[in-house]
């Protein structure tokens, strides 16, 4: 059950940071067809806080599994 758990945050973690990479690349395309500058902006700032949420994630599952590693 615990491997199970580890696969499935390892998977959540790749799926944030991997669609925020998408989204990012998205609005860069986009970027280059004449979208508004405040649009894309705001794009990539989602996409900054979508990886950030990835990684925040990631080291909350971690910690947790250090702890109950140590007990």
């Known amino acids: 059950m615990g491997s199970l758990l580890v696969k499935v945050k390892e998977y959540l973690l790749f799926f944030l940071v991997f669609l925020g990479l998408i989204y990012l690349f998205d609005e860069l395309w986009n970027w280059f067809y004449g979208d508004s500058l405040i ?9 900054i806080i979508l990886i950030d949420v990835g990684k925040i994630v990631c080291q909350g599952f971690r910690k947790k599994e250090d702890s109950a590693d140590h007990h």
């Open 39 to 47: 649009r894309n902006a705001f794009a990539v700032t989602i996409t």
